[in-house]
T-cell receptor
Framework: AQTVTQSQPEMSVQEAETVTLSCTYD???????LFWYKQPPSRQMILVIR??????QNATENRFSVNFQKAAKSFSLKISDSQLGDAAMYFC????????????FGKGTRLSVIA | NAGVTQTPKFRVLKTGQSMTLLCAQD?????MYWYRQDPGMGLRLIHY???????AKGEVPDGYNVSRLKKQNFLLGLESAAPSQTSVYFC?????????????FGNGTRLTVT
């Protein structure tokens, strides 16, 4: 079974600075999807960014980008120009290509943004 | 544009009581999921469904049952609640299992079992 590990339970960053959240995963598959979700205090789960394993180019969404290292099974999230609204729990998630394959989540990283 | 709606938003149960959480989606999604979120544990899959009339066990299914009688609804039942089931429960849905079909989440149900 696939596992997702987020080794940083908590992180903090100064407003306008850059922060990187770590995620590693364990799988024997060659094709899969990876995601980062954000959960603000409102509890809502918001998709931040996603990556297809067969694409070598790192995904980017505005201030959010990933560093996908397939051989190392690493999928880190970089947040540039951090804003107060970025404060939230961030979850890394893995999904196989198979038809009946739910999302597997890491335990999350709580990000604080310091004004 | 409701998306995924969970009811109720909050509930307090006594040990041994039963209840049903309702999840409804209006996006014609095939896949539906129930997760629980506990501090330091992330989201863990309880049960899921890949279509009307089908259900499957996830990572932590014990103590829960589900039904998917209608495509738009996915019910999560607790027959005899236990304090260990105190958690925040999330329902999610997706059109398919593909990358271009991300999960849409409800806003969660906070359940406390005393």
């Amino acid at each position: 079974a696939q596992t997702v590990t987020q080794s940083q339970p908590e992180m903090s960053v100064q407003e306008a600075e850059t922060v990187t959240l770590s995620c590693t995963y364990d799988t024997s598959e060659s094709d899969y999807y990876l995601f980062w979700y954000k959960q603000p205090p409102s509890r809502q789960m918001i998709l931040v960014i996603r990556q297809e394993a067969y694409k070598q180019q790192n995904a980017t969404e505005n201030r959010f980008s990933v560093n996908f290292q397939k051989a190392a099974k690493s999928f880190s999230l970089k947040i540039s120009d951090s804003q107060l609204g970025d404060a939230a729990m961030y979850f890394c998630a893995y999904r196989s290509l198979g038809r009946n394959t739910p999302l597997v989540f890491g335990k999350g990283t709580r990000l604080s943004v310091i004004a | 544009n409701a998306g995924v709606t969970q009811t109720p938003k909050f509930r307090v149960l006594k040990t041994g009581q039963s209840m049903t959480l309702l999840c409804a989606q209006d996006m014609n999604h095939e896949y539906m999921y129930w997760y629980r979120q506990d501090p330091g544990m992330g989201l863990r899959l309880i049960h899921y469904s890949v279509g009307e009339g089908t259900t499957a066990k996830g990572e932590v299914p014990d103590g829960y049952n589900v039904s998917r009688l209608k495509k738009q609804n996915f019910l999560l039942g607790l027959e005899s609640a236990a304090p260990s089931q105190t958690s925040v429960y999330f329902c999610a849905s997706s059109y398919s299992a593909g990358e271009n079909s991300p999960l849409h989440f409800g806003n969660g149900t906070r359940l406390t079992v005393t």
